[in-house]
């Protein structure tokens, strides 16, 4: 019997081979432990993420990375993906940490174009592992 890898480590070793992947990845480690406390101790964190239906967009989004054919869903019982993003930035800054305030600062436009852009986690690996990183300055 052959064993898939995880979830996770199946999308990490597709960022490992790119230099913005690697960088993704960094960023992912850094702040996913303090994200995940948010998401479920926080209260204004837990409520946005609930109102703007964060665990169904979430499972639509990895579900799109297995299947070829399968594409996630922008709207969710009329909260669009970009609405999700957005609330869920705001919210974040208000109650994380200013490494957080920062990082969302500086990413956060970068999410919502390739959120725009793409259909599928596949496609939104596609467009990392293709695309250079941008030299910000300040």
């Known amino acids: 019997?052959?064993?898939?890898?995880?979830k996770l480590e199946f999308f990490e070793d597709q960022l490992k081979g790119s230099p913005l992947g690697r960088e993704v990845l960094q960023i992912l480690r850094t702040h996913a432990d303090e994200v995940m406390?948010?998401?479920n101790k926080n209260r204004p964190t837990m409520v946005c993420w609930q109102r703007n239906q964060g665990p169904r967009f979430i499972k639509l989004v990895v579900?799109?990375?297995?299947?070829?054919?399968i594409d996630f869903l922008k709207?969710?019982?009329?909260v669009t993906m970009e609405a999700?993003?957005?609330?869920?930035a705001e919210v974040l800054q208000d109650n994380g940490t200013p490494e957080l305030k920062r990082t969302i600062g500086k990413y956060a436009s970068?999410?919502?174009?390739i959120a725009h852009?793409?259909?599928?986690?596949r496609e939104v690996m596609k467009k990392i592992n293709n695309t250079q990183i941008p030299q910000l300055h300040g």
Request: hydrophobic share 40%.
């Open 75 to 78: 709207e969710v019982n009329g």
């Open 117 to 121: 852009e793409t259909h599928s986690l």
């Open 63 to 69: 579900d799109s990375g297995f299947e070829e054919d």
């Open 1 to 6: 019997m052959i064993m898939k890898p995880r």
């Open 37 to 39: 406390y948010l998401v």
């Open 110 to 113: 970068t999410v919502l174009k």
């Open 84 to 88: 999700l993003i957005l609330q869920m």
